[in-house]
């Protein structure tokens, strides 16, 4: 079983702590883990965000104490130690970057050639508003939401369209804190599972949005948009989202019967 989105962003670029990841996978029945970092992690791609950090303070006061503190350089040697020795799962790595169509050449430039294994795309942010950071939930106030959708999913379809990515993270983010549209999805979804087929890319069943608000984020994808990944041959991956160790395959199994629309009810 692989958990193919787990975040090392929480402790230092050591063997020991890779190590603590690896045990947890193991002991849960993983046989292959995918690490990662966000990319606002690193120097590289500041750039990315300077136009989310002047759209509001608190996005700006939130990067300025999060992003930017390493060098992809630093990142890639521990990649190198890792693949270095013997581990009891399968290990790889990637970066989750965040999407901007303006920042394509910028991406492509800074991580081509680079020996990652994956580059997953995520859209956080509709237009330049960081709409999933959870202090942001009431920044919504204002936001119209029919609106929100079709720029999230036309962002969504853009990402898949680029050439840049192997995946789509968590593709229906936007329903974190429990709005809905007022209108069917059902072509918005199938338009999205068509790029991600055409663009022979994976999505992501990810439970990591349902275990920060679990009372208006269902597991996993809405079972609209499942059905279409489904219909256009998506290839389906179970992610943790894991951002500490103990999380590393957290409702994987539930996740796993949801992948081919047989969940128990």
Same mark, same amino acid.
């Given at each position: 079983?692989? =958990? ?15 190590? @603590? ?80 169509? @303006?920042?394509?050449? %910028? ?11 994956? /580059? ?20 919504? =106030? ?16 853009? /990402? ?24 069917? /999805? =059902?072509?918005?979804? =199938?338009? %999205? ?10 999505? @992501? ?24 990944? /489904? ?20 409702? %994987? ?13």
């Amino acid at each position: 079983m692989l =958990d193919c989105h787990i975040h090392i962003e929480r402790g230092s670029y050591t063997l020991g702590w890779i190590n @603590e990841f690896v045990q947890v996978a193991a002991q849960r029945g993983l046989d292959e883990i995918w690490l990662l970092e966000h990319c606002y992690r690193f120097r590289e791609f500041v750039p990315m965000y300077d136009k989310p950090r002047a759209y509001g303070a608190f996005f700006n006061e939130w990067f300025r104490n999060k992003a930017g503190f390493l060098a992809l350089a630093d990142y890639l040697k521990l990649v190198d130690m890792v693949r270095g020795r013997t581990w009891p799962v399968q290990i790889k790595f990637g970066l989750e970057v965040c999407y901007f169509q @303006e920042h394509e050449a %910028l991406v492509r430039r800074k991580t081509q050639g680079k020996g990652l294994d994956f /580059l997953v795309g995520s859209v956080h942010f509709i237009g330049d508003f960081a709409f999933d950071h959870k202090q942001q939930a009431e920044r919504w =106030d204002g936001i119209n939401v029919d609106e929100a959708y079709r720029t999230y999913f036309e962002t969504s379809i853009q /990402l898949a369209e680029s050439g840049l990515f192997n995946g789509i993270a968590h593709p229906d983010l936007i329903k974190l804190f429990g709005h809905r549209p007022s209108f069917a /999805l =059902d072509k918005t979804y =199938d338009k %999205l599972a068509a790029a991600l087929a055409k663009n022979n890319m994976y999505t @992501e069943q990810n439970g990591g949005a349902h275990r920060r608000c679990p009372a208006t984020c269902e597991p996993g994808m809405d079972k609209g948009l499942l059905a279409a990944m /489904l219909r256009h041959n998506v290839k389906i991956q179970t992610a943790s989202d894991a951002h500490c160790p103990e999380d590393v395959g957290l409702l %994987l199994n539930e996740r796993e019967e949801t992948r081919y629309g047989t969940a128990k009810k």
